[in-house]
């Protein structure tokens, strides 16, 4: 323990409050709160005999440590909670990922939007999530739009409607088509949709559909009329599955593939969704802490709380987290463990969900390592190599009758690719009539001259073209030092596999998982070249048309290049545009402006 940390833990008062600990960089990487700060801090740091692993490690870092009281035990809560999602402390249990989790926006306008964000701030609007798929928050916003006519258009400043209008999917405020009233009647049931609360707008819709027909309205009530149609057919599709009320079951799983909590929506008596959310830095805890990490970090963000949360087991401080939600929905939130019934069921059914989530990831996890670490050694197995190659580089030369030759090197670590890593090269000593083989040791020659003293160096080295270009890349590879590299050819057909001092391919199995990988490498490989090679054939192409032009030399035509990056955008210029340049002038600029609208181009 530091002097620093002895000091603090003397001045530590018997009163609740938040505890922060710090690295030696000064880095928050725990946050944890305590109804009484001098014994919780201090628990830490006493025999360690009863510590969990992932405790001792914590206490081995802590440099520093902070403290912040608070007047209740609620409020040391609510400042954890805020403090964890902001400094996300490494040793703290959270949501993984859970800043990038998307929302639906409601804007707060005479005339509001809906659409998906990731970012939440205080601008008055309404926000539904948190949602762990956009794809499900787009297929959302299709139903919304399908249901209601809402305007999708940034301004309002339209003269006339534009053609959402016409196919009858917006109402044209922009134009005066709806009156805000109108519209903030189909907002409040947008909102009441994405609550849950399916029952309460068929009520409103039937209401409005009657108020239209009494009025005379008929178009407006058989708009009304078509939107209760499709409303009724989804509630058709929910299940009633406990007897009225709003309610959330929580459901908690844990496995080698991880932690994960599915969550079921229940809104007035109906199975409304789920979602299901993966946790992190939660090995060594117990399903006590985790399910209370979870339900402080989900709730503090959620945009609705229901009246009841039906957790799987007790947790130490159920009462509290009852207590903290209802001052944060301003109503009583009750936090119960169901022993039978319905709602047994439905806490059975979210944790039996967030097993299978768990068992797919598993699955998943399988599939990638066959498909990246599993398929390297399998084709290091097939080449007799005395391990499976880490790194894998593979070169590809890209060229039309020999001009604009290049070259690509593609690298893969542990079966996946390393963008990183990746070089071209565009060839200096190869001109004119195309040589491939000549290209290919100019290119090897530049990678591995100094690879031995500069690194780093390769496991695999794949030549893309068969036994000559292998035969061409091996002595230049060889003299570079590179002796115990293993160094093969990949044929154009078939990928066979051509190795050094055998005349006989390798012929790698057919829907193996070493043939997919090498396939993908080749593809790479080809990709890269490819694309440098027509980023270069673009540039010399704007510079064979910029060189009919009078007073466009060199310097300026890489000016309007590096200005514009295209042929087309330097023709759509204005002459005032093209003067803007660097190293251009007016009557420069007006011969560019006058050649491209003179020469059909």
Request: hydrophobic share 40%; proline share 4%.
């Amino acid at each position: 323990m530091s002097a620093v940390v002895e000091e603090k833990l003397a001045l530590l008062p018997d009163k609740p409050g938040v505890y922060l600990m710090k690295d030696n960089k000064g880095r928050i990487i725990y946050v944890g709160k305590a109804i009484n700060l001098k014994n919780r801090v201090r628990s830490y740091f006493q025999s360690s005999r009863n510590h969990a692993p992932k405790v001792l490690a914590l206490v081995a870092r802590i440099a520093d440590l902070e403290y912040i009281i608070t007047a209740s035990e609620i409020e040391a809560l609510i400042l954890e909670c805020n403090l964890i999602k902001k400094h996300r402390p490494k040793y703290n249990i959270s949501l993984r990922d859970d800043k990038t989790y998307p929302y639906i926006k409601v804007t707060y306008e005479d005339y509001p939007r809906v659409y998906a964000t990731r970012k939440v701030v205080k601008d008055g609007a309404r926000y539904f999530g948190p949602y762990t798929s956009a794809g499900a928050v787009h297929e959302t916003l299709r139903l919304l739009k399908t249901l209601f006519p809402l305007r999708s258009c940034r301004k309002l400043d339209a003269k006339r409607p534009c053609l959402e209008h016409h196919i009858k999917r917006c109402l044209a405020p922009c134009a005066g088509k709806i009156d805000q009233a109108t519209y903030g009647e189909m907002i409040k049931a947008v909102g009441l949709f994405l609550e849950g609360r399916s029952d309460a707008v068929v009520k409103n819709l039937r209401r409005r559909m009657a108020e239209a027909a009494e009025e005379l309205a008929f178009e407006q009530a058989a708009r009304l009329r078509d939107q209760l149609t499709a409303v009724e057919k989804i509630i058709e599709k929910q299940n009633i599955v406990t007897g009225s009320g709003d309610q959330d079951a929580v459901g908690l799983a844990r496995s080698a593939a991880g932690i994960c909590a599915q969550v079921f929506f229940i809104r007035s008596g109906k199975m409304v969704g789920r979602d299901h959310f993966m946790l992190s830095g939660g090995e060594d805890e117990t399903d006590q802490n985790i399910l209370e990490a979870f339900v402080k970090q989900y709730y503090s963000k959620a945009a609705f709380i229901p009246r009841e949360i039906l957790l799987p087991f007790d947790v130490a401080e159920q009462q509290l987290l009852s207590d903290w939600l209802s001052t944060v929905k301003g109503g009583r939130v009750q936090v119960e463990t169901p022993k039978r019934g319905t709602k047994k069921d439905l806490v059975n059914m979210a944790a039996g969900n967030a097993a299978n989530v768990l068992q797919e990831q598993a699955v998943r996890q399988d599939s990638d390592f066959d498909k990246t670490t599993g398929a390297a050694a399998e084709l290091g197995q097939y080449l007799g190599l005395p391990a499976a190659p880490d790194r894998i580089e593979c070169f590809d030369i890209s060229h039309i009758q020999g001009s604009e030759t290049v070259a690509s090197m593609v690298v893969f670590e542990g079966g996946q690719p390393n963008k990183n890593e990746y070089r071209r090269y565009k060839l200096k000593t190869v001109e004119g009539k195309p040589d491939d083989f000549k290209s290919m040791e100019e290119v090897v020659g530049r990678r591995y001259r100094e690879a031995l003293e500069k690194g780093p160096v390769p496991d695999l080295i794949i030549i893309d073209g068969g036994k000559g270009q292998l035969s061409s890349a091996l002595p230049v590879i060889r003299a570079a030092g590179l002796s115990e590299v293993t160094v093969v050819g990949l044929a154009k057909e078939f990928e066979h596999i051509f190795r050094e001092g055998s005349s006989e391919p390798v012929i790698l199995p057919r829907h193996s998982q070493s043939l997919y990988l090498v396939q993908r490498i080749r593809d790479e490989a080809h990709r890269f070249a490819i694309t440098y090679h027509r980023n270069l054939r673009s540039k010399r192409n704007l510079v064979s048309v910029l060189d009919h032009i009078p007073g466009i030399g060199p310097k300026r035509r890489k000016a309007l290049w590096d200005h514009f990056g295209s042929l087309a955008k330097i023709k759509a210029a204005e002459v005032a545009e093209l003067a803007k340049v660097d190293g251009m002038s007016n009557p420069a600029a007006e011969a560019v402006y006058n050649f491209f609208r003179n020469k059909k181009i």
